[in-house]
C-alpha cells in the first residue's frame, strides 16, 4: 500500500496508485439539471460488496483546444452534494465536482439526502465504527470518495490535470485536512473551519470521553488530521472563524503549523459556521485559486510580527494595495468559543500594520485588508 502518511506514524493508509485510476461512472439524468450532471462513480467496497458514490459535475464552455483548472468540494456535516456549490464554480471558469461521502443522494440543494442502495458507510466522524475494520469505516471511504472525484475530474478532457484544487466545509474541512497529506496531486488545499486535534478541546470532547481512554486514542491516532498533515506539500488556505463552536482557535494554530508548505489565514471575528454562503463563497478561496490555477494576483502574505511591550505590528507584502489595517483582540481567557472579541483600527504604513494593545489582551491578531476586499490574518499571539 502506498499513501501520504510517510513520516507521520499514521496507522491508516490509502492506495494512491490504485485511487488515482479513473473510477467507473454512470449518469443520473433524471437529478441532472442544466449545466450540472449527476453521476455516480464507482467508489471502495464497503463490507465486502461494490460502492457507488453520488455526485453532480459541471463545466463552463471551454473553448476548443484549451483547457480549465478544476475544484474538488468536500461538503460538512448534514450536508451532500450541492448544485449551487458546483455552479458557483462553474461560473468562475471551472470545472467542479461535489460528492456526497454518507451514502446517500442529493437533492441537489440543502436538505434532503435518503440513503441509497450502494452507499458505503454513513457519516459523520464513524466514533461508532471503531470495531469495525479499518476498510470500512466512514472517514477512510470519504478520504477516497474524495481522491477518486479528484481522478474522475482529471480525466475529462477539458481539464487540465495539473490545475486542480480541494476545499472543504466544516467536516468537508476535516476531510480537506486529511486529502492534503494523502493526495499530493493537489496545486492547492482550503479547510473551511475544519482542523485537526479534535482530542484537545473540540466540539467532540464528550464523544470522546463516552468512548474512553482506549478507543478515543484509537480514534486519534487513525483519523485525527493532525496525523496526516505534516505530509501536505501544497499551499493551504484556512478560512475560519474566531468563536467557531466546532474546531478552536488553538487546535486551528496547531493544524496549520504543520504543513511543510505556504500557508495563508483568513481568521474572521464571529465568522457564521454554515454551508451555503458562509462556508462556500468567501472571496478568498476564488483569490487563492485564481492566483495558483489562474495566474491572478495572490492574496497578501504576512511575512513576520513582532512585539515591544503593549507595542505589536505585522509586516506583510501585497500586490494588491492593503487599504486596512485591524487589530482583533480579546481580554478573556477559558473556553475559546465563548471568548468576546474586539475590534480597533491599525494603522497603515508602507509594508507594515501597528496598533497598541489594549489593557489586558489575552489573545490578538492583525487582519489586513485588501483594495478587493478580502482579508488575510497573522497567527493569533498570547502576551
Not at 463545466?59 to 474538488?72: I, S, T
Not at 493532525?226 to 493551504?236: E, T
Not at 466546532?246 to 454554515?274: E, F, G, I, N, W
Request: glycine share 12%.
Amino acid at each position: 500500500m502506498v499513501g501520504g502518511t510517510a513520516g507521520t506514524g499514521a496507522a491508516v493508509r490509502w492506495d494512491m496508485e490504485a485511487l488515482s485510476v479513473t473510477p467507473r461512472v454512470w449518469e443520473d439524468p433524471n437529478r441532472s439539471v442544466e449545466g450540472v450532471k449527476a453521476i455516480f462513480y464507482e467508489g471502495l467496497p464497503w463490507k465486502g460488496r461494490p460502492t457507488r458514490v453520488f455526485a453532480y459535475c459541471g463545466l463552463p464552455e471551454v473553448p476548443r483546444g484549451e483547457k480549465v483548472p478544476a475544484m474538488v468540494l468536500v461538503h460538512g456535516g448534514g450536508g451532500s452534494a450541492f448544485i449551487p456549490w458546483v455552479k458557483l464554480w462553474v461560473e468562475r471558469g471551472y470545472a467542479a465536482i461535489a460528492m456526497d461521502t454518507c451514502g446517500c443522494i442529493s437533492s441537489g440543494g440543502y436538505r434532503d439526502h435518503p440513503r441509497h442502495e450502494w452507499g458505503g458507510p454513513p457519516g459523520w466522524g464513524g466514533f461508532d465504527q471503531l470495531d469495525w475494520p479499518i476498510e470500512d469505516q466512514w472517514t477512510y471511504h470519504a478520504v477516497a470518495d474524495v481522491i477518486l472525484a479528484h481522478s474522475l475530474i482529471r480525466s475529462m478532457p477539458e481539464v487540465d490535470a495539473e490545475r486542480t484544487g480541494v476545499t472543504g466545509i466544516s467536516w468537508g474541512g476535516y476531510l480537506t485536512c486529511i486529502v492534503a497529506g494523502v493526495d499530493s496531486r493537489f496545486k492547492f488545499a482550503v479547510p473551511v473551519y475544519g482542523c485537526g486535534f479534535l482530542g484537545d478541546n473540540s466540539t467532540w470532547l464528550g464523544t470522546f470521553e463516552n468512548l474512553g481512554p482506549e478507543k478515543a486514542r484509537l480514534w486519534l491516532e487513525q483519523w485525527d488530521p493532525s496525523q496526516y498533515l505534516g505530509d501536505a506539500r501544497m499551499p493551504m488556505l484556512w478560512v475560519t472563524g474566531t468563536n467557531d463552536f466546532a474546531y478552536p482557535m488553538d487546535s486551528l494554530q496547531k493544524s496549520y503549523r504543520r504543513p511543510q508548505s505556504a500557508r495563508t489565514l483568513c481568521l474572521r471575528v464571529r465568522m457564521a459556521h454554515a454551508h451555503g454562503g458562509p462556508g462556500e463563497n468567501p472571496e478568498e478561496i476564488r483569490a487563492m485559486a485564481d492566483a495558483i490555477l489562474k495566474d491572478g494576483a495572490p492574496l497578501a502574505r504576512v511575512t513576520s510580527t513582532g512585539r515591544h511591550g503593549r507595542e505589536v505590528w505585522a509586516t506583510f507584502v501585497s500586490e494588491i494595495p492593503i487599504v486596512q489595517g485591524e487589530l482583533n483582540y480579546t481580554t478573556d481567557t477559558g473556553n475559546w468559543q465563548e471568548r468576546d472579541w474586539q475590534t480597533i483600527p491599525a494603522t497603515l504604513e508602507p509594508g507594515t500594520a501597528s496598533a497598541t494593545l489594549p489593557e489586558g489582551t489575552t489573545v490578538y491578531y492583525f487582519n489586513l485588508i485588501d483594495q478587493r476586499d478580502l482579508v488575510v490574518s497573522s497567527e493569533h499571539e498570547e502576551p
